[in-house]
């Protein structure tokens, strides 16, 4: 069943209270928001015009009350149907002044004159505005400082609600139902990069609003890497196919992928398959509230990869909801604290033979007791075209 599109203000309300209760605890006055998964958890401003590099976008959550938006005109109208009410604009692009003075202004208005303003500068954000206009902005807030936000906005977004967490296994289904039709599309002969346009195809007919992310490979019992896109040779028997799809669905990403043999798989083919298979259990056995992500990927490691060496993929799966990958990363390293709400990929890779490997993804929440599956887990036998 669909769920509904959008959130309800409540929603945004608790988002946004959540914040403001951990900026009071870090002496924070505002927090500056200028990326779009950070403007969209607060607004729910959700548009593709964000491809455009052309212009600056900017929201601010005060200390007291609810966010500010300081926008370009193009963007008033969709911000109007909105929560937020509170909506600056100038017509951009502005040569001379894009956004900075009416955002020094707003920033001005809502916070002390040496208040703490927060903007995110940890791993996995960036500031979306030029250099100079961060130095501009900088130099007209003083005695203001825009300092550390804490990582707030990442540890809210860590746990999802159960309205984003539905969004999420929509989009997953809509996967599943793709993948599930890839035989009937795909055949040996056909240029890898018509298989991918065939199984974009599939994902738009069966619901997705786009498909921003399709990676995958195909190659004789394995293949090199899955990142580098398609070319136009074409797949053939004995092959390996693997897809990976970052489809959205009401803003929100799902983020697996499906391997397929070109006929009958070889037995190494098929013995790294049910090895990759076996590790996304082991992962899904030990993602129970108290655990680490750590141990998510020790338990994921010691199938796939029993000598113990460093992965050359990094990393064993990672976040995901607004965006196609988000934090935390499945590594050693990473000692985060499993608890429910939390949505995750888990991604084993295992090596074939000398320059061939088998990648694997599924996606997963985790829940007060054992964890949900939100992809339908692929079972150890290989899939078949």
Same mark, same amino acid.
């Given at each position: 069943?669909?769920?509904?599109?959008?959130?309800?203000?409540?929603?945004?309300?608790?988002?946004?209270?959540?914040?403001?209760? @951990?900026?009071?605890?870090?002496?924070?006055?505002?927090?500056?928001?200028?990326?779009?998964?950070?403007?969209?958890?607060?607004?729910?401003?959700?548009?593709?015009?964000?491809?455009?590099?052309?212009?600056? !976008?900017?929201?601010?959550?005060?200390?007291?009350?609810?966010?500010?938006?300081?926008?370009?005109?193009?963007? +008033?109208?969709?911000?109007?149907?909105?929560?937020?009410? $509170?909506?600056?604009? !100038?017509?951009?692009? #502005?040569?001379?002044?894009?956004?900075?003075?009416?955002?020094?202004?707003?920033?001005?208005?809502?916070?002390?004159?040496?208040?703490?303003?927060?903007?995110?500068?940890?791993?996995?954000?960036?500031?979306?505005?030029?250099?100079? #206009?961060?130095?501009?902005?900088?130099?007209?807030?003083? =005695?203001?400082? @825009?300092?550390?936000?804490?990582?707030?906005?990442?540890?809210?977004?860590?746990?999802?609600?159960?309205? *984003?967490?539905?969004?999420?296994?929509?989009?997953? &289904?809509?996967? &599943?139902?793709?993948?599930?039709?890839?035989?009937?599309?795909?055949?040996?002969?056909? =240029?890898?990069?018509?298989?991918?346009?065939?199984?974009?195809?599939?994902? @738009?007919?069966?619901?997705? $609003?786009?498909?921003?992310?399709?990676?995958?490979?195909?190659?004789?019992?394995?293949?090199?890497?899955?990142?580098?896109?398609?070319?136009?040779?074409?797949?053939?028997?004995? #092959?390996?196919?693997?897809?990976?799809?970052?489809?959205?669905?009401?803003?929100?990403?799902?983020?697996?992928?499906?391997?397929?043999?070109?006929?009958?798989?070889?037995? *190494?083919?098929?013995?790294?398959?049910?090895?990759?298979?076996?590790?996304?259990? +082991?992962?899904? $056995?030990?993602?129970?509230?108290?655990?680490?992500?750590? #141990?998510?990927?020790?338990?994921?490691?010691?199938?796939?990869?029993?000598?113990?060496?460093?992965?050359?993929?990094?990393?064993?799966?990672?976040?995901?909801?607004?965006?196609?990958?988000?934090?935390?990363?499945?590594?050693?390293?990473?000692?985060?604290? %499993?608890?429910?709400?939390?949505?995750?990929? %888990?991604?084993?890779?295992?090596?074939?033979?000398?320059?061939?490997?088998?990648?694997?993804? *599924?996606?997963?929440?985790?829940?007060?007791?054992?964890?949900? +599956?939100?992809?339908?887990?692929?079972?150890?036998?290989?899939?078949?075209?």
């Amino acid at each position: 069943m669909q769920p509904p599109r959008g959130f309800p203000v409540q929603e945004f309300q608790r988002r946004t209270r959540a914040a403001q209760a @951990l900026m009071a605890q870090h002496d924070l006055a505002a927090l500056l928001l200028t990326t779009e998964p950070e403007i969209r958890y607060y607004t729910g401003f959700l548009t593709r015009f964000w491809e455009s590099p052309t212009r600056p !976008w900017f929201a601010i959550v005060p200390a007291q009350g609810d966010p500010i938006a300081v926008i370009p005109t193009i963007g +008033a109208h969709l911000m109007g149907q909105s929560w937020i009410t $509170d909506i600056r604009t !100038w017509a951009a692009p #502005d040569y001379t002044d894009d956004g900075i003075g009416l955002l020094t202004d707003a920033l001005s208005e809502v916070t002390p004159q040496k208040a703490r303003i927060g903007i995110a500068d940890q791993m996995e954000s960036h500031v979306r505005m030029p250099l100079a #206009d961060l130095r501009r902005l900088e130099s007209a807030l003083m =005695p203001r400082r @825009l300092v550390s936000d804490a990582a707030i906005t990442r540890r809210l977004r860590l746990v999802k609600s159960d309205a *984003e967490i539905d969004k999420i296994c929509h989009a997953a &289904n809509i996967a &599943n139902r793709a993948f599930d039709r890839v035989p009937d599309r795909v055949s040996a002969g056909l =240029p890898l990069s018509e298989v991918f346009r065939r199984f974009q195809m599939l994902c @738009l007919e069966h619901g997705a $609003d786009w498909v921003p992310y399709l990676a995958g490979a195909a190659g004789q019992g394995g293949y090199a890497d899955v990142i580098s896109p398609a070319t136009d040779a074409p797949i053939a028997k004995g #092959d390996v196919l693997m897809l990976d799809t970052g489809l959205m669905w009401d803003g929100y990403f799902c983020d697996f992928d499906r391997n397929y043999s070109l006929g009958p798989p070889t037995p *190494e083919v098929q013995s790294a398959h049910a090895r990759v298979i076996d590790a996304t259990q +082991a992962a899904l $056995d030990a993602a129970t509230p108290g655990r680490t992500i750590a #141990d998510l990927f020790h338990a994921m490691n010691r199938v796939v990869n029993s000598g113990g060496d460093v992965m050359e993929a990094g990393r064993l799966g990672h976040g995901l909801g607004l965006q196609l990958t988000e934090w935390p990363s499945i590594i050693p390293q990473d000692h985060t604290v %499993l608890v429910p709400g939390m949505v995750l990929t %888990l991604e084993p890779s295992v090596t074939v033979s000398p320059g061939k490997i088998l990648v694997h993804e *599924e996606n997963i929440v985790i829940r007060d007791g054992a964890p949900e +599956a939100l992809s339908n887990f692929q079972t150890r036998d290989m899939r078949v075209i």
